[in-house]
């Protein structure tokens, strides 16, 4: 039992602290994403809710996902509010995913400012996404649709199936109508992509 209360004292402690730096990367900021050999769309534009961190999380609570997240914002979460039980699976093995979604859940902190893979049509297991993006170290899936939400979180890099370059990374503030910063490529690469993306540019990158 000790062991087990560890390991959930350490769940509640990473769910915690890694909600603020959550907030600060996928709520407060929206992204635009670019690359030359995208097949499916011209372009992604990742957004996330509140609700979805509890997927990167990946325990079972009572709480819905957006009280969960605010249980872990406001540091109020304890150990009797989540548990390691899953519908038809053995808790030894959801323990084992949750012990490597917080283990990548320390890493979001820098994850939009490097070089990153990208695939179109991301499976792994029973988890289909429409994109999957990697660092190397951690893989995050996201939704279909205008804005593209977090699904999943994954340790090191589950990118499989022909994996491609990001060439451009934009990023507004989420209550900001247009994007108007750089933080990955430069001003030649977003002259390449001008066209198709032109209407969600603000004055400062034309």
């Known amino acids: ?14 769910a915690i602290k890694q909600s603020k730096i959550y907030k600060n990367i996928f709520i407060d900021y929206q992204y635009l994403i670019c690359s030359y050999d995208f097949k499916k769309q011209d372009f992604y534009i990742l957004s996330a809710e509140q609700t979805n961190y509890l997927h990167l999380v990946g ?10 997240f605010t249980k872990c914002f406001n540091g109020t979460l304890e150990e009797s509010d989540f548990d390691f039980s899953k519908k038809n699976t053995n808790p030894s ?15 979001l902190n820098n994850f ?27 893989t ?16 090191g890099n589950e990118l499989k199936t022909n994996p491609i370059n990001i060439h451009l ?37 034309l």
């Open 169 to 205: 990374i934009l990023s507004k503030k989420r209550n900001e109508k247009l994007f108007n910063t750089i933080i990955y490529g430069d001003k030649n690469t977003l002259k390449s992509f001008k066209n198709k993306i032109y209407h969600l540019l603000s004055n400062s990158l």
């Open 1 to 14: 039992m000790k062991i087990n209360n560890s390991f959930k004292e350490r769940v509640r402690q990473v």
């Open 112 to 138: 939009f400012n490097q070089k990153l893979l990208i695939e179109e049509n991301f499976k792994k297991n029973n988890i289909t996404c429409a994109i999957a993006t990697s660092d190397n170290k951690i």
């Open 59 to 68: 325990v079972n609570t009572f709480f819905t996902p957006k009280e969960f």
């Open 140 to 155: 995050i899936g996201f939704t279909n649709g205008v804005y593209s939400r977090p699904k999943t979180l994954l340790k």
């Open 93 to 107: 093995v959801v323990k084992g995913s949750v012990r490597r979604k917080i283990q990548s859940l320390e890493l």
